[in-house]
């Protein structure tokens, strides 16, 4: 979460803490014209096969803050971007969330 009045871009990176490996995002291939602010970006990680449908994977996930909801209650489809973890993770994975002025890390288990 940000308050509403942020402006700018975040960048989201994510990685497998154990196993360094790195965490993938992809366009839901199903609600492509709908990505709520969030864009998958950076270096292409691969190509996946999600819902019946190639998707590429990308190694960076870019939000733009204009188009992201601001009521409190409002929350983001999970599968718009998917997010991919690969074969073996550890489950530990930890996040990097950078925007003008902030770096964030946190880490979640599954």
């Given amino acids: 979460m940000v ?11 994510a990685r497998d803490l154990q ?5 993938v995002f992809a366009h839901n291939p199903l609600n492509y014209d709908e990505y709520f602010g969030a ?8 190509k996946d096969y999600v819902l019946e449908h190639d998707v590429l994977t990308y190694t ?3 939000l733009q803050t204009e188009t992201m ?6 929350v ?6 998917l997010q991919g973890f690969p074969n ?12 003008a002025g902030f ?3 946190f880490v979640v288990g599954y």
């Fill in 88 to 99: 073996g993770s550890s489950g530990c994975i930890g996040f990097q969330v950078d925007g």
């Fill in 39 to 46: 864009i998958p970006a950076g270096a292409v990680a691969g």
């Fill in 19 to 23: 196993t360094n490996q790195v965490v």
């Fill in 3 to 13: 308050e509403p009045s942020f402006k700018g871009l975040i960048l989201v990176r």
């Fill in 103 to 105: 770096t964030e890390h």
């Fill in 60 to 62: 960076e996930l870019v």
């Fill in 69 to 74: 909801h601001t009521d409190a209650a409002s």
């Fill in 76 to 81: 983001w489809p999970v599968t718009a971007p």
